[in-house]
């Protein structure tokens, strides 16, 4: 089956990331490092490092057509 990419580079605001949080069929990605991720994310972010996206992207957003936000900076 093919493979359907679209990419956005829309940007969205911290204020409307965190009044989305928990949203239903919205992903928020955190793509830095686990470490990193483990020292502080946003509540109920996925970790799914920039060098792991092609490997387990598949795994951690099964669903091809929900929103994603990635971030990969502070989040405070």
């Known amino acids: ?3 359907e990419v679209v990419r956005s580079s829309e940007e969205v605001s911290w204020e409307e990331v ?3 949080q928990g949203e239903k069929g919205l992903a928020i990605v955190d793509v830095l490092p686990e470490a ?3 020292s502080g994310h946003i509540p109920g972010a996925l970790s ?6 092609r490997e387990k ?3 951690i957003l ?5 929103e ?3 971030y990969c900076g502070s989040f405070t």
């Not at 799914?48 to 996206?53: D, G, I, K, Q, R």
């Not at 099964?62 to 929900?66: A, F, L, N, W, Y």
């Open 36 to 38: 990193s991720y483990q």
């Open 57 to 59: 992207s598949p795994e």
């Open 62 to 66: 099964p669903d091809r057509k929900q």
């Open 68 to 70: 994603i936000i990635v």
């Open 1 to 3: 089956m093919p493979t």
């Open 18 to 20: 965190h009044r989305r």
């Open 48 to 53: 799914l490092p920039v060098a792991e996206l």
